[in-house]
């Protein structure tokens, strides 16, 4: 495997990373708003920058976006590549906005209020925005990892798709269960944690409904290109 894509696969990873973390906010450091704000602050500006290298690592793609035919593939991997670009910028204007050490010395105290629902919409709708497109290329991403362990077992082949469909399922619960679709929709003007939770089972329900998003990715892009994926 070349170098240039051993560290896509690496900035892929710590964004995935990132991005949990990111939702956890107050939870980061055992729901301490105070520490956990900090964090998350460093945590954001840490994840545009990954964002801003992951682009620049697939610089082709985005020079090549005026050539060539549009298929209803591309159209939507496209299309998803804009909104995530839009969710990247809103998160960021408005964390700068919000910003309480970071960027604290640009003293920005207006706005606050529209700026604290900029992010909340940038944050949910991101996160959903990001799996869809981690799916849209899963095909891509199991090609790696067969050229990583060379084969695989049909044994192997249907306990990755059992996993797969186990967590889509319980995604769909922990979708419900932590009311993405209500903050996703500005139901809740603000993010309600239970303080009390530990890290590992926050983490665990986002890490399936991320899940379950990727899964919905990856059957579009079946879907779209008529093609199925040998796991």
């Known amino acids: 495997m070349k170098s240039k894509q051993i560290w896509k696969i690496i900035v892929d990873i710590l964004m995935t990373a990132t991005l949990l973390l990111l939702m956890a906010y107050s939870l980061v450091y055992g729901g301490n708003p105070a520490v956990g704000e900090a964090v998350h602050e460093w945590l954001g500006t840490g994840m545009f920058v990954l964002f801003v290298l992951h682009h620049f690592l697939n610089r082709k793609w985005g020079l090549s976006i005026h050539k060539g ?4 593939y591309r159209v ?12 990247m910028c809103g998160s960021m204007v408005s964390g700068i906005l ?8 640009l003293g920005t105290r207006g706005g606050q209020a529209a700026a ?21 290329h899963w095909s891509g991403i199991m090609g790696a990892a067969r050229k990583l362990t060379k084969k695989s077992s049909k044994t192997c ?3 990755l798709r059992m996993i ?18 209500n903050y996703m929709l500005l139901r809740y003007h603000f993010v309600f944690f239970d303080f009390e939770e ?8 986002y890490v399936a409904i991320m899940g379950l998003f990727v ?8 879907l779209l290109i008529g093609k199925k994926i040998k796991v």
């Open 98 to 105: 919000l910003s309480r050490t970071v960027f604290s010395f």
């Open 157 to 159: 082949k249907w306990t």
């Open 198 to 205: 530990p890290l590992v089972l926050f983490l665990l329900d």
């Open 69 to 72: 035919k549009y298929t209803p």
């Open 116 to 136: 604290r629902t900029l992010h909340m919409l940038s944050a949910y709708w991101g996160f959903i925005f990001l799996s869809l497109h981690l799916g849209l």
């Open 164 to 181: 797969a469909a186990l967590t889509a399922a319980y995604g769909a619960y922990a979708f419900i269960k932590r009311d993405f679709g």
């Open 215 to 222: 899964c919905v990715g990856y059957i579009i892009s079946v």
């Open 76 to 87: 939507v991997q496209t299309t998803l590549v804009v909104l995530v670009l839009l969710t």
